[in-house]
């Protein structure tokens, strides 16, 4: 009777547990609704995303993520969460997440079989550079920013859009 008991409670809390997880809010989506400096200012979707570039003439940076990936947590909690990334990225650019385990819309041209995979994309939606695959520290994020800006002004597509 005792083990039956036990067995019971176990079986209860893994189904609790298991519920709760299923119904998570995305932390990447939730940022978005706060729009504060402590966040990244996530577009609500890919379309919206190129629609605020063209108007804002910024480059767009591109997530394609999946929750349960432990490199895009990773990415979220570290890089995502530094206070220099977040001023860089909602001053400089349009920033935008896909979840393929959401059946976000992602170009198919932008697909890769891994995640994360960051992209920066010209306002027309096409890649500047190949992704960056996997996790990246803020340092070397920066980095990158940087180089993106200085092609992005460089390519003449910095123009004022009229």
Same mark, same amino acid.
């Given at each position: 009777?005792?083990?039956?008991?036990?067995?019971?409670?176990?079986?209860?809390?893994?189904?609790?547990?298991?519920?709760?997880?299923?119904?998570?809010t995305?932390?990447?989506?939730?940022?978005?609704?706060? +729009?504060?400096? +402590?966040?990244?200012?996530?577009?609500q979707?890919?379309?919206?995303?190129?629609?605020?570039?063209?108007q804002?003439?910024?480059?767009?940076?591109?997530?394609?993520?999946?929750?349960?990936?432990?490199?895009?947590?990773i990415?979220?909690?570290t890089?995502?969460?530094?206070?220099?990334?977040?001023?860089?990225?909602?001053?400089n650019?349009?920033?935008?997440?896909?979840?393929?385990?959401?059946?976000?819309?992602?170009?198919?041209?932008?697909w890769?079989?891994?995640?994360?995979?960051l992209?920066?994309?010209?306002?027309?939606?096409?890649?500047?550079?190949q992704p960056?695959?996997?996790?990246?520290?803020?340092e070397?994020?920066?980095?990158?920013?940087?180089i993106?800006? +200085?092609?992005?002004?460089?390519?003449g +597509?910095?123009?004022?859009?009229?």
């Amino acid at each position: 009777m005792d083990k039956i008991l036990v067995y019971m409670v176990l079986m209860c809390a893994t189904l609790l547990i298991a519920s709760d997880a299923e119904h998570k809010t995305p932390t990447f989506k939730l940022m978005d609704a706060t +729009k504060s400096s +402590k966040s990244i200012h996530w577009a609500q979707d890919f379309s919206d995303a190129l629609k605020k570039a063209k108007q804002t003439n910024k480059p767009v940076f591109f997530v394609s993520s999946r929750h349960t990936c432990k490199y895009c947590v990773i990415l979220e909690e570290t890089t995502f969460a530094d206070k220099r990334v977040i001023a860089e990225l909602n001053k400089n650019f349009v920033s935008v997440v896909s979840y393929s385990d959401e059946q976000d819309y992602m170009p198919k041209e932008l697909w890769r079989p891994g995640t994360p995979a960051l992209w920066f994309l010209k306002p027309s939606g096409e890649p500047m550079f190949q992704p960056i695959m996997g996790a990246i520290d803020a340092e070397q994020f920066l980095d990158a920013l940087n180089i993106v800006e +200085k092609e992005f002004a460089k390519s003449g +597509k910095a123009k004022a859009v009229k």
